[in-house]
C-alpha cells in the first residue's frame, strides 16, 4: 500500500500524544520497599498532582485528543484526576493494575491483573477501554489472546512496524482473530530522556528538553516520509515538569501545523486500521527448549 492510501483524508502520516499515568505503580510493581521512601513516591505523585493538569491545559491549547494509560493502583489513589481526563475528552486505555510486566507473570497472574485494571477503571471513570498498552512495553505471548477475549481493540507495545497493522492471534473465535497493533518505540518515548531515580531508575544522565524534542522531531520528519505513525509517550511525572511541558507545547504546536498528518488518538487510529481490512500477520516466536538444547 502506498503511504498516500493508508491514512484518512488524503493525510501522508499519523500522529498520536500518548500519555502513561505509572504514578506511584511503576516504582511499587515488584519493589514493594521503595514504598518506605517518602521522595521517591512524592517524585511519582507529581504525575497526577501537577503534571496531568499541565498537560490536560496544553492538549486544550492545541485542540490535541489524548490517549491516556492508566494503571487502575493509579486510578484509585487519584480518581478525581482520572475523570477530569475522561472529562476533557481523551480516551483511557488500560496499563495494567499495578503496573505489573506481563512476561514476567503466569497467565493466571495477567488474568488477574487485566481484570482488576478493567474493574477499577469501570468502577472509577466508568469506561471500558478497547485499547491496552504493556506496563514496561513488555507484551507477553499469551496476552494478545486475553486482550481478544475481553473485547480489546487494539494493543500499543510492540515495536516491528512504521505503522498500525493487524496481529493475528491464535483463537478459539474465528470472528475476532487478530487486534490491531499500533506499534511504539524506545527513541519517543520520555523515560530514557528524562528519567533519573536513584538505585531505581535511569542512566545518570537527564537530556534537556531540546535534546529531547530534536529526538521526537526527527522520528516525526522520519515517519511522515514514510507514512508511518508516530507515536509520542510521555510520563506526566516526567513531561509535566514546567520546562519540559514548555517544550512538549512547541512539538504540540509544530505536529498540528502539519497540514497532512492525522493527530489522533489511539483509538481513532485503531478503528481506521481495523477498516482497512488488512491481512494479519504473526510475529515468529523462538522455541526457548531449542535454544537451550
Ligand atoms: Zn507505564
Redesign the pocket.
Known amino acids: 500500500m502506498r503511504p498516500d492510501t493508508f491514512w484518512p483524508n488524503g493525510m501522508r502520516s499519523a500522529a498520536a500524544f500518548t500519555f ?1 499515568l ?1 504514578a506511584e505503580s ?1 516504582v511499587v510493581w515488584g519493589a514493594p520497599d521503595n514504598a518506605r521512601r517518602m521522595s521517591v513516591i512524592s517524585h511519582q505523585a507529581y504525575g497526577p498532582l501537577v503534571g496531568v493538569p499541565r498537560i490536560l491545559n496544553l492538549l486544550v491549547e492545541h485542540s490535541i485528543t489524548a490517549t491516556f ?1 492508566v ?1 487502575g493502583f493509579t486510578a484509585e489513589r487519584y480518581p478525581e484526576v482520572v475523570r477530569e481526563i475522561v472529562a476533557a475528552g481523551h480516551e483511557l486505555g488500560h ?1 495494567g493494575y499495578v ?1 505489573e510486566q506481563p512476561s514476567a507473570l503466569s497467565r493466571d497472574q495477567q488474568i488477574a491483573a487485566l481484570d482488576r485494571g478493567l474493574d477499577v477503571l469501570a468502577q472509577v471513570a466508568g469506561v471500558r477501554p478497547i485499547g491496552y ?1 504493556a ?2 512495553w513488555d507484551l507477553s505471548w499469551e496476552m494478545p489472546q486475553l486482550l481478544l477475549e475481553r473485547d480489546f481493540l487494539y494493543d500499543s507495545s510492540l515495536m516491528d512496524s512504521d505503522r498500525p497493522y493487524e496481529l493475528a492471534v491464535a483463537s478459539t473465535q474465528p470472528a475476532s482473530a487478530s487486534l490491531v497493533e499500533i506499534p511504539i518505540q524506545w527513541t519517543l518515548d520520555d523515560w530514557e530522556q528524562y528519567c533519573f531515580l536513584p538505585e531505581i531508575s535511569g542512566s545518570g544522565y537527564i537530556a534537556t528538553p531540546d535534546q529531547a524534542r530534536a529526538l521526537w522531531e526527527s522520528e516525526l520528519d522520519g515517519l511522515h516520509a514514510v507514512g508511518g505513525c508516530w507515536v509520542l509517550t510521555n ?1 506526566p511525572f516526567l513531561s509535566g515538569r514546567p520546562g519540559r511541558a514548555a517544550s512538549l507545547a512547541r512539538l504540540m504546536a509544530r505536529v498540528v501545523a502539519m497540514p497532512d498528518v492525522w493527530v489522533a488518538p489511539l483509538s481513532d487510529i485503531a478503528r481506521h486500521t481495523r477498516a482497512l481490512n488488512l491481512a494479519p500477520r504473526s510475529i515468529q516466536p523462538i522455541d526457548e527448549q531449542e535454544l537451550n538444547s
Open positions: 502513561d505509572d511503576a494509560f494503571p496499563h503496573h498498552r506496563p514496561m510520563h
